[in-house]
């Protein structure tokens, strides 16, 4: 199974601060990567697919990038409605659906 | 509106059984790749099963045997089946849309994503 594993677990960032998430496969997973923002108490939330493939609604101050087995999600001006906690999922190799253990942003 | 709604959570003792609803609106579930993901207290997103269109199933080691994913097409509804459940089942259960985004020019050559999740049923076992 391919494993993800994200860094950091969290971080502490003020309001227009730039953010940047980092995601790594355990083998190269080409650009089958997606990303998802989860708010307390609240189902998840699908922002970029395909590595960087902005979903419709979701803000351009969200870049997704990445190929392999290394990714990026960067926030370029931290708004705070931002203040959430980020996963990534690859889709490259599935089933098993597996997910990073996730990044929490929160207010410094 | 596309929509969600889970059902069917609650507290229950270990090694019983419970089975959890997941209510579709403005697509139909027969047609759609349809996915369990659960979330034990303060963890992360664990994904627990999958039903393909075709009604092939998957299942995660976690749960294989003591799990069964589901759909009833005339209510649009896809289920989970839990027995034998134990403390480590405890996490809030959502259901989601797995949607197809398009083909890439690698394997596996498609794209897929979750784009659609339900509130969340809480299962808390605990004797």
């Known amino acids: 199974d391919i494993q993800m594993t994200q860094s950091p677990s969290s971080l502490s960032a003020s309001v227009g601060d730039r953010v940047t998430i980092t995601c790594r496969a355990s083998?190269?997973?080409?650009?089958?990567l997606n990303w998802y923002q989860q708010k307390p108490g609240k189902a998840p939330k699908l922002l970029i697919c395909?590595?960087?493939g902005l979903q419709s609604g979701v803000p351009s101050r969200f870049t997704g990038s990445g190929s392999g087995t290394d990714f990026t999600l960067t926030i370029s001006s931290l708004q705070p409605e931002d203040f959430a906690t980020y996963y990534c999922?690859?889709?490259?190799?599935?089933?098993?659906?597996?997910f990073g253990g996730g990044t929490k942003v929160e207010i410094k | 509106e596309v929509q969600l709604v889970e059902s069917g959570g609650g507290l229950i003792q270990p090694g019983g059984s419970l089975r959890l609803s997941c209510a579709a609106s403005?697509?139909?579930?027969?047609?759609?790749?349809m996915t369990w993901v659960r979330q034990a207290p303060g963890k992360g997103l664990e994904w627990v099963s999958l039903?393909?269109?075709?009604?092939?199933?998957y299942y995660a080691d976690s749960v294989k045997g003591r799990s069964t994913i589901s759909r009833d097409n005339s209510k649009n509804t896809m289920y989970l089946q839990m027995n034998s459940l134990r403390v480590e089942d405890t996490a809030v259960y959502y259901c989601?849309?797995?949607?197809?985004?398009?083909?890439?020019?690698?394997?596996?050559?498609?794209?897929?994503?979750?784009?659609?999740w339900g509130q969340g049923t809480t299962v808390t076992v605990s004797s």
């Open positions: 989601a849309r797995r949607n197809y985004y398009g083909s890439g020019s690698s394997y596996p050559y498609y794209y897929y994503a979750m784009d659609v």
């Open positions: 083998q190269s997973i080409s650009n089958y």
């Open positions: 403005g697509f139909s579930v027969s047609n759609n790749y």
């Open positions: 395909a590595a960087s």
């Open positions: 999922q690859q889709s490259y190799s599935t089933p098993p659906l597996t």
């Open positions: 039903i393909y269109s075709g009604g092939t199933t």
